[in-house]
C-alpha cells in the first residue's frame, strides 16, 4: 500500500442545526481522533478544516471552515473525510489498519492459492471480511485470529482457515 493511499477516517452524514454545522460518523478507535492526523480530504483531494464541537447520538458534531449555512452543509452528506495513509501512526505487533489488508493473497495453511481479500467491512459486532476465491465465489468470514491465524504484512498474504474446518475440528 503506498503512504499516499487516502484512509477514511470518517464520513459526513448530514447537517446539524441551521449554522453550518456537520453531523460525522468517525471510524477511528476514539471518535475525535478523526481531526487527530492532520489536514482532512475528500477523494477528489479538496482540503476541509475540521473543528469537532461536541458529540451526539453516537455522531460527532463539527463546524467546518467556510460552511455557514445548512444548506452549505448539507450539501456535504456521503463526502468521506480521509488523510494520507503516511499520517497514521505505526500499527502494533498484531493490528492492522482494514486498508492495508484490502488486496491482501489468501492461502491455505498448506500454501495453496485460494483468492484475494476484497473488502472488509464492520457493521458493529466485528470485523467482517470479503474473500474472492479463485474459483470466483465470494465468501463474508469473521476478521479473528482463528480463521486468519497467520498475517504477513510485508508478503502481502494472509493464511485462512474456513470457518467450517475450524468447527468440524472442534466437534472432533
Known amino acids: ?44 483531494g479538496k482540503s476541509y478544516i475540521v473543528k469537532v464541537r461536541s458529540a451526539s447520538k453516537g ?11 445548512r444548506n452549505q452543509a448539507e450539501l456535504l452528506r456521503g ?19 482494514v486498508e492495508d489488508l484490502i488486496g491482501m493473497s489468501v492461502f491455505t495453511p498448506d500454501g495453496e492459492a485460494y483468492g484475494t481479500i476484497r473488502r472488509v467491512d464492520n457493521y ?11 474459483a470466483g465465489e465470494t465468501s463474508l468470514v469473521s476478521f479473528t485470529h482463528a480463521v486468519f491465524p497467520q498475517i504477513d504484512m510485508s508478503a502481502r498474504r494472509v493464511t485462512y482457515i474456513p470457518p467450517e474446518l475450524i468447527t468440524a475440528a472442534h466437534h472432533e
Open 1 to 44: 500500500m503506498s503512504d499516499t493511499t487516502l484512509i477514511v477516517l470518517g464520513v459526513i452524514t448530514g447537517a446539524h442545526g441551521v449554522r453550518g454545522e456537520v453531523k460525522i460518523k468517525s471510524f477511528t478507535a476514539t471518535a475525535d481522533d478523526v481531526v487527530a492526523y492532520g489536514p482532512l480530504q475528500d477523494k477528489q
Open 59 to 69: 455522531q460527532l458534531i463539527a463546524s467546518i471552515q467556510g460552511i455557514n449555512d
Open 79 to 97: 463526502i468521506e473525510l480521509c488523510i494520507p495513509r503516511s499520517a497514521l501512526p505505526d500499527t502494533a505487533e498484531n493490528e492492522y489498519y
Open 124 to 134: 458493529g459486532a466485528g470485523d467482517i471480511v470479503e474473500i474472492a476465491s479463485l
